[in-house]
């Protein structure tokens, strides 16, 4: 299999010590320390093409769930805690106190959970293409999609979501990139890939994202079919200190069938606020 095209100024990999060991890298020496949370069946390399547009006073920490990438894949079950646990001690191992927390579809379930089980640790959250108050025929879909996962290889799965991740003229004029990102979800291992779904199809925060503190930047595309537009709005009228940007014409991948427009967005927002640095 290709190799996902490397993260320019890559670090290299590093594990957390302990059980499972969390994979993760770190991109720049800025002094603002970001994580990046993939979405699920994916990996760090997903972020190959937003790193580098991303403001160079950034440090980039971006994890691997467990069962994901280069990370260690223990034993079921998967619950949301033990995702949040393991990005604390990846916070732990690179001496960051608190850090902007980028989470895009099921990473920005896992930032929103970690915002409000330790407000201490999160400066700022940018949701990406997030998931929120499902209708009942959102939550059936979302059900039979786990299904899927359960009983289909990755790389089916991969080839069967390119037409809900892109725009048909990005997959028609870039297949060399969507085919990074196929490659990316058909070796993640499918234990991995199942928990973690079984997470994103059944996770409810209801009306708890409301007790989030921090400032907030919510983003989806228009044409998001599971993260969609009503979803964002939704979020945003729950979290007091939030913006939303619905990106036209786009679906689910923004971070990269267009990280340039994203990584603006994020630029300005992280870094025009007054949002602490503390490592």
């Known amino acids: 299999?290709?190799?996902?095209?490397?993260?320019?100024?890559?670090?290299?990999?590093?594990?957390t010590v302990g059980a499972p060991r969390i994979a993760y890298r770190v991109h720049g020496d800025g002094s603002h320390p970001v994580v990046l949370l993939h979405g699920v069946g994916s990996s760090s390399r997903?972020?190959?093409?937003?790193v580098p547009a991303l403001d160079e006073g950034l440090r980039l920490v971006l994890p691997d769930y467990r069962g994901h990438g280069d990370s260690e894949a223990p034993e079921p079950p998967y619950r949301p805690d033990h995702i949040v646990d393991d990005i604390v001690r990846v916070l732990d191992a690179e001496g960051i106190g608190a850090a902007s927390v980028i989470g895009f579809s099921v990473g920005a379930l896992f930032a929103q959970q970690l915002a409000l089980a330790h407000p201490e640790r999160v400066n700022a959250l940018?949701?990406?293409?997030?998931?929120?108050?499902?209708?009942?025929q959102e939550q059936l879909r979302a059900l039979s999609r786990w299904a899927d996962v359960r009983t289909r290889v990755p790389g089916d799965l991969a080839r069967s979501s390119v037409e809900r991740w892109f725009t048909s003229d990005f997959a028609r004029l870039e297949p060399a990139v969507v085919?990074?990102?196929?490659?990316?979800?058909s070796g993640v291992d499918p234990v991995g890939y199942?928990?973690?779904y079984g997470i994103l199809a059944t996770a409810d925060l209801g009306d708890s994202p409301a007790?989030?503190?921090?400032?907030?930047?919510?983003v989806t595309g228009e044409n998001d079919r599971g993260s969609t537009p009503r979803m964002s709005r939704t979020l945003h009228e729950l979290i007091p200190d939030s913006r939303l940007h619905i990106v036209p014409d786009l679906q689910h991948y923004l971070h990269v069938e267009d990280p340039a427009r994203l990584a603006a967005m994020i630029n300005d927002f992280l870094l025009t606020r007054d949002t602490p640095t503390a490592l």
């Open 1 to 15: 299999m290709q190799e996902a095209a490397p993260l320019s100024q890559d670090r290299g990999l590093r594990h």
């Open 46 to 50: 997903t972020w190959w093409r937003l």
């Open 126 to 136: 940018v949701l990406l293409n997030s998931i929120a108050d499902r209708t009942p």
């Open 179 to 185: 085919d990074v990102e196929v490659q990316i979800v």
């Open 194 to 196: 199942a928990e973690v």
């Open 211 to 218: 007790r989030i503190a921090c400032p907030t930047l919510i």
